[in-house]
């Protein structure tokens, strides 16, 4: 079809439009490689783009319809894959000189599923190095910029997914969660981010940060396309021992914006947190729209979320500490030319390829699992984790939903550095294991704000649906009104 820009169709209006054959797969693809080729010198969101294959794959996928054949639910739909996640055959870098040059030769489980969807996968997304960031500017490729704000982060370390989504140079993507990643960026640049429950979506190719954090999921630029990859991506796989089965996958179909009772609650302790101009009122939007939705809204408390930025560094810091021993110049990724010996073998690889953030966060890991340290921090930590999780739990028994902000502070600009005080609010959800979802609540002088819902394990759809009938009553349609 002439003149259309399929860039700013939703995926699944793409979807819609190829089954009806007004458009091509290569015609969704090449539209989209176009914009990546013009936008990708401001935003950065790409470290590979997986040009020839996406074309070929397009084809394939043409062909199929033309010879009648049934095509994947994610047919034809360019997706972004964060640069931590397995690709086979297509360089998978972390965002670091470490894996600058590292081709895998498998795929993630997650590329599977979305191979055998026949989905595209476009290319590779800009990053944090291994993950550890809210800005994407601690990339070894350079960083990634807002495309809402040129001069703003992206969030992070998912920027270049959330970015290169919020550009429309993709549909959708994956990103990686720890401790915020995926809902902070999606929320910096105005989209939809999920990270759902621990285990839900397999790990297998995920390049570890903190194994007992981290989660794979998605990026959209709303509801019901976050939840068509999503659905895509759950199930469980021999090769994640803490992979789950979930039984009702079919969360698409299931989808319903009626929230009439449901039982939505705000900690208290959320209010102590120092906020940026604005992002109160958004809340306090937020609010009015649940309550005309027909919601029930209490005040609860959670008195150990005060320790859960203080858990978080500990554990995730320990965690990557071991997670990041492999890189040592023997088995993965780059080495030194400079060693006589095997100790300087290591010691230089990781010394020239490492940043200065992963380094300094090995440094603090490694002391705090340091046989003098360990009782007094790491399993002091461990046992702060309980009694958040505790915390989550004794809220469930009573309530659907938890509301807050994501961050405290608005998108910011390219080099100030807030790093830590963004995840105070996306923390406590990662400790517990909890699925919990970014979503567009309005803009503070034309700056995307996010207000974040945390579900009770395994409530995917529940969350999904309150995001839902959120999302149609701003109308946003992915663009929120300023408020
Ligand atoms: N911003 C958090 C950190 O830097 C979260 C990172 C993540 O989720 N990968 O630790």
């Given amino acids: 079809m002439k003149n259309l820009d399929i860039t700013k169709l939703t995926a699944r209006e793409m979807r819609e439009k190829l089954l009806s054959k007004e458009i091509s797969s290569r015609e969704i693809v090449s539209q989209h490689l176009d914009l990546i080729e013009k936008k990708e010198k401001d935003i950065n969101a790409f470290i590979s783009i997986n040009k020839e294959e996406a074309l070929i794959e397009g084809d394939k996928i043409d062909k199929k319809i033309k010879n009648g054949e049934k095509i994947g639910p994610l047919a034809g739909i360019p997706i972004g894959i964060k640069d931590n996640i397995i690709t086979k055959n297509i360089k998978t870098t972390c965002g670091s000189k470490m894996l600058e040059n590292f081709i895998p030769p498998y795929d993630a ?6 191979k055998a969807a026949d989905g595209i996968i476009i290319g590779k997304n800009n990053m944090d190095e291994f993950a550890m960031g809210s800005t994407t500017e601690n990339s070894f490729f350079g960083p990634t910029r807002n495309p809402i704000d040129l001069e703003r982060v992206p969030g992070g370390s998912s920027g270049g997914s959330a970015a290169g989504v919020g550009a429309y140079e993709m549909a959708l993507a994956l990103g990686s969660d720890t401790g915020g990643s995926i809902r902070q960026p999606a929320s910096f640049c105005g989209l939809v981010g999920i990270r759902p429950t621990y285990g839900l979506v397999s790990r297998y190719g995920l390049v570890a940060l903190a194994n007992s954090l981290d989660q794979i999921g998605v990026i959209a630029r709303n509801v019901e396309d976050a939840t068509l990859l999503l659905e895509t991506i759950i199930g469980h796989d021999k090769k994640d021992s803490t992979s789950i089965y979930m039984k009702n996958k079919d969360l698409l179909e299931k989808l319903n914006d009626n929230i009439k009772g449901i039982k939505i609650a705000i900690p ?4 102590n947190v120092e906020m940026d101009n604005g992002i109160e009122d958004i809340i306090k939007n937020s609010i009015k729209i649940f309550e005309k939705l027909g919601a029930n809204i209490e005040e609860v408390s959670m008195p150990h979320f005060k320790y859960s930025l203080a858990t978080y560094n500990i554990l995730s810091n320990a965690e990557a500490s071991s997670s990041l021993s492999r890189f040592d110049g023997i088995r993965y ?6 060693h006589s010996t095997l100790d300087e073998l290591y010691m230089n690889t990781r010394g020239e390829a490492f940043g200065k953030e992963v380094k300094r ?3 603090e890991g490694t002391y705090y699992l340091n046989r003098n340290n ?3 921090y ?3 930590a461990l046992k702060l984790r309980t009694l958040i999780i505790e915390d989550f739990e004794k809220v469930y028994g009573k309530y659907d939903i938890i509301l807050s902000p994501v961050s405290p502070v608005l998108p910011f ?3 100030e550095d807030k790093n830590y005080l963004t995840n105070i609010f996306t923390v406590p959800v990662s400790l517990a294991g909890l699925p919990a979802l970014s979503i567009p609540a309005g803009y503070v002088e034309g700056l995307p704000v996010g207000i974040q819902l945390i579900g009770d394990k395994f409530e995917e759809l529940k969350l999904l649906n309150v995001a839902l ?4 009553d701003l109308a946003l349609g992915g663009e929120a009104d300023e408020i």
């Fill in 378 to 380: 790491y399993n002091r």
């Fill in 268 to 271: 208290k302790e959320f209010s």
């Fill in 333 to 338: 990724g780059y080495r030194t030319k400079e």
């Fill in 374 to 376: 360990r009782e007094k």
């Fill in 361 to 363: 966060r090995i440094l």
């Fill in 109 to 114: 489980t997650v590329i599977e599923k979305i």
């Fill in 469 to 472: 009938a959120f999302e149609r």
């Fill in 413 to 415: 600009k390219m080099g």
